[in-house]
């Protein structure tokens, strides 16, 4: 099985392309494979419960429905410390997530330790 990383940077402005991501990292958890997501930019609103809850994308699915799963699957969760701090997502909003904040080295090592990078 391949180690992957799935990079998102799209936030809830355009919910099909964000969705997706969550929805490909969760086939792959389920296929078996080694999953990390890293989540940057807008990206980190996705983990505010009022969006977890109803963001859905044409054909992509429900996001809380695939995050449900990547936490089964203890996918490797990862936030920009940074983006959370200038898009004002707080340590509350994160709050029973297993969720952990990290600044670009972290991003940089998930990328070289992975076998294949997809962005959304």
């Not at 180690?3 to 969760?26: C, E, M, W, Y």
């Not at 389920?30 to 990390?36: D, I, M, N, R, Y």
Request: charged share 20%; proline share 3%; with cysteine.
């Amino acid at each position: 099985m391949a180690s992957l990383l799935v990079h998102i940077t799209t936030g809830p402005d355009d919910p099909t392309r964000a969705v997706l991501g969550f929805l490909v990292a969760k086939t792959a958890a389920e296929e078996g494979h080694e999953v990390s997501m890293f989540l940057a930019g807008d990206a980190v609103q996705l983990m505010r419960d009022s969006v977890l809850d109803n963001l859905v994308g044409l054909g992509t699915g429900n996001l809380r429905e695939h995050y449900d799963v990547i936490v089964a699957h203890n996918v490797g969760l990862y936030l920009s410390g940074m983006s959370c701090v200038a898009r004002g997502v707080t340590d509350q909003d994160l709050e029973n997530k297993p969720l952990k904040k990290a600044m670009p080295d972290v991003l940089i090592q998930l990328t070289v330790d992975a076998d294949n990078v997809l962005t959304y």
